[in-house]
C-alpha cells in the first residue's frame, strides 16, 4: 500500500508550492536583479507554475545572486546529511550561466556546480535537474549545519527555478 506521508518524510520542501499568489519569496535575499523589491527574489507565474525568477538587473556588476534559506522561519541551520539529492526545474533561454551551492551558518560555502556541465541541461529548454548533494561537500563547509543554498547566475543572466526541494 502507497502511504504519501511516509515518502514526504524523506523530502525536505524549499520552493515548490502547489499554488501562491505572492510576487516576491519573503524568505530570501537577491542582488543585482530586476525585481520590485531590490533584495528578494521575484516569483513568476509560467505556465501555471510559480517559479522564482533570476533576471540580471543593469548596473556594473554582469552576475546576479540569490539564496533561499533551508529553513523559511527563522533561517536557522539544518542538518542536510540524511538526503541524497538537490532537485529542481531549470530553465533559461539562451545559454547556461547558472551555478549552484549551499552555505553553512558559518557562512562558508560548499563546492559550486556550474549547471552548464550537467548533463541533460541545455539552453532553451526546461530541465529536471536532481544534483548529488555529496558532491558539494568540500572540508570547510558543514552539512550538519546548512543554512541555504544559493544560486549565481553570470554574464546578464535570465533563469527560472521551480520544484525546488531536498530527496
Not at 53 to 68: A, H, N, Q, T
Not at 89 to 117: C, G, H, M, P, R
Amino acid at each position: 500500500m502507497f502511504n504519501l506521508k511516509q515518502k514526504n518524510k524523506n523530502m525536505h520542501n524549499i520552493f515548490n508550492p502547489k499554488m501562491c499568489l505572492k510576487t516576491i519569496l519573503d524568505s530570501s535575499w537577491a542582488c543585482n536583479l530586476e525585481s520590485s523589491e531590490s533584495d528578494k527574489l521575484p516569483i513568476q507565474h509560467i505556465g501555471g507554475v510559480p517559479r522564482l525568477c533570476f533576471k540580471y538587473k543593469d548596473s556594473v556588476d554582469s552576475w546576479l545572486c540569490g539564496v533561499i534559506p533551508f529553513n523559511k522561519e527563522s533561517w536557522e541551520a539544518v542538518d542536510i546529511r540524511k538526503y541524497k539529492d538537490i532537485k529542481f526545474t531549470f530553465y533559461e533561454e539562451s545559454s547556461i550561466s547558472a551555478k549552484v551551492s549551499l552555505v553553512d551558518n558559518e557562512e562558508n560555502e560548499s563546492n559550486e556546480i556550474n549547471l552548464s556541465e550537467v548533463y541533460g541541461v541545455k539552453a532553451s529548454e526546461e530541465s529536471e535537474i536532481s544534483l548529488n548533494i555529496h558532491n558539494l561537500f568540500n572540508n570547510k563547509f558543514n552539512p550538519k549545519k546548512a543554512k541555504m543554498i544559493k544560486f549565481i547566475g553570470i554574464n546578464k543572466p535570465h533563469f527560472y527555478i521551480s520544484n525546488l526541494y531536498l530527496n
